[in-house]
């Protein structure tokens, strides 16, 4: 089968499905028209599937000659809350944006299923659509898992890809792939440094939360620098401080709010509990307390050896070998693609595929973000020429 070809012959409908879904950008887990429109698309498919999460995730099943085994493929659906700025003829006009690529994935994960279901005589196996909200926020993956999308069929493997620009180290046009750690954990932590208000000209009357929360926010960042080794990555970083209400008052509380990146489940359990244990006891010292909230978020992205050298065989054959690039290094943002990859081997990989607003390419989360239309069929290939490898169709 030559794949290449048979994607290529829809990619108009790829990216036609891009652009209406681009329109229609959609937050968290309540998507009811991007749900909606997929589920319309698999129905002009005759793609049997169901829904979950009040009918806004979706599981599609493209059922082959055999019955096992199974690989999901995944995508995510949700957008950001960011005003689009890109003067793009299709643009959202709903102050919301897909600003990470998810339309994209969608768009590609459809193409591949349109593929898939014509082809699915040659299937040695069955192929799982799993369509996700919430990937941005609050997390979608998990709540689909414990609604029982890795069963029935049994999932054997999964894939699932993040187009853009994710990482700086794959060059534009290749297809970034790493086993092992790929993305960091996602923890969120507060701090309630509290204190005793005071008249700011008679400080010696108080305990005083903003010294106190000065101090450990430089002491937070010894636990990077002095109790982690240089080799295992640790990002800590405090990215809010709220407190006071005059220059001259000093306040009974600073809030102090910030995320902590990990690459390991270790790592990540001693990181979180050194953090309570520092802001407790610099508090206590000052004479004030420390009330600390720590949310497990989404864990570390690793991927499965042995799926992902399978992967990069696949992948040569659609975008050849000098575009397939093994990663040095891990990046630090998270993705809940995470959880599927606790609970089934298989890979994530980084298609570095951006697109050009007025001569130039934005980041991620960016109200000038775009992506380059004309490598969608490529992507679509690469997630049916992986599930032809790996049901050896």
Request: with cysteine; glycine share 10%; aromatic share 6%.
């Amino acid at each position: 089968m030559d794949v290449r070809t048979l994607v290529q012959q829809i990619e108009e409908d790829i990216i036609r499905w891009r652009r209406d879904l681009h329109r229609i950008p959609e937050l968290g887990i309540e998507l009811p028209q991007t749900s909606g429109y997929v589920q319309k698309v698999l129905n002009e498919h005759g793609i049997e599937y169901y829904t979950v999460m009040d009918g806004n995730a979706i599981v599609a099943l493209i059922r082959g000659n055999m019955d096992k085994p199974v690989i999901a493929l995944r995508a995510d659906m949700d957008a950001l809350p960011i005003v689009e700025e890109t003067g793009l003829a299709f643009a959202s006009e709903n102050g919301r944006m897909h600003a990470c690529g998810h339309d994209g994935h969608t768009a590609m994960l459809l193409g591949a299923a349109k593929i898939l279901q014509s082809q699915r005589h040659l299937l040695k196996g069955c192929v799982k659509l799993l369509f996700q909200p919430g990937e941005e926020y609050p997390g979608g993956a998990l709540p689909m898992i414990e609604a029982g999308v890795l069963q029935n069929p049994p999932v054997d493997a999964v894939i699932g890809m993040h187009n853009g620009h994710i990482s700086t180290e794959v060059p534009h046009g290749m297809v970034g792939i790493k086993a092992g750690p790929l993305m960091a954990s996602t923890d969120k932590v507060q701090i309630r440094v509290k204190g005793k208000g005071a008249h700011g000209a008679y400080p010696q009357e108080s305990v005083d939360p903003v010294t106190i929360s000065q101090q450990i926010g430089s002491a937070l960042q010894t636990l990077v620098s002095r109790e982690t080794k240089p080799t295992d990555s640790v990002v800590l970083s405090i990215c809010k401080v709220n407190g006071g209400s005059n220059f001259n008052i000093i306040p009974d509380e600073v809030v102090m709010e910030g995320t902590v990146r990990t690459l390991s489940g270790q790592t990540r359990i001693r990181v979180a509990q050194r953090i309570k244990e520092l802001c407790k006891g610099i508090a206590q010292a000052m004479q004030g307390d420390a009330e600390i909230i720590y949310e497990n978020l989404y864990p570390p992205l690793i991927n499965d050896e042995e799926f992902t050298n399978l992967f990069s065989r696949s992948a040569e054959q659609i975008v050849g070998a000098d575009k397939v690039y093994w990663m040095k290094e891990a990046v630090m943002g998270g993705e809940d693609m995470a959880y599927f990859l606790e609970r089934v081997p298989g890979t994530f990989f980084f298609f570095t595929n951006p697109g050009v607003i007025d001569g130039h390419i934005c980041p991620h989360h960016n109200s000038r973000f775009d992506l380059n239309e004309s490598t969608f069929a490529t992507g679509s290939a690469l997630l049916v020429q992986m599930v032809l490898d790996y049901l050896q169709a």
